[in-house]
């Protein structure tokens, strides 16, 4: 939980630039009497954890009395590591997102779709406090 990445104010985005084989190995290297097994359930929980940590973190404390969280992305169909992110969050609803025909499998497909209307109507279509962007925008490229 001290990794830098963890610890980082919003806006961020992990990626395989930060966590990917490299980083594996080093942990491989570092804890080498340590089961493969039971290293990659310790970064599963610690993928949940980190997660937990930023939200209570970066949260309106006044938004968690009344918290209810809907998970999306692909991570949210390994069933351990949505189990993993429910403990964290005992007490308060959490669920995969499924709303209104918007599903984990569908959204970004939505996503893509809502991105040309936004681009065709010239309406902003970032969000800066999320992607850490210097202004909002519209982004997208038409071509014919």
């Known amino acids: 939980m001290e990794d830098h990445f963890i610890n980082k104010k919003p806006p961020k985005s992990a990626s395989t630039e930060i966590y990917n084989d490299k980083y594996i190995s080093n942990?491989?290297?570092?804890?080498?009497?340590i089961n493969e097994y039971d290293m990659l359930r310790t970064l599963v929980n610690f993928t949940a954890v980190s997660i937990a940590e930023n939200i209570r973190n970066y949260i309106n404390k006044i938004y968690l009395s009344d918290?209810?969280?809907i998970i999306s992305g692909g991570g949210v169909k390994n069933d351990i590591l949505f189990s993993d992110i429910k403990r964290e969050f005992e007490g308060?609803?959490?669920s995969k997102l499924d709303m209104c025909g918007l599903t984990i499998d569908n959204k970004e497909a939505f996503l893509m779709c809502l991105l040309g209307y936004t681009k065709i109507k010239n309406i902003t279509n970032n969000l800066p406090s999320v992607t850490g962007?210097?202004?909002?925008?519209?982004c997208g490229e038409l071509y014919e």
């Open 27 to 33: 942990i491989k290297n570092n804890f080498s009497n």
């Open 133 to 138: 962007a210097f202004k909002e925008i519209v």
């Open 92 to 94: 308060f609803e959490v």
């Open 67 to 69: 918290f209810r969280l």
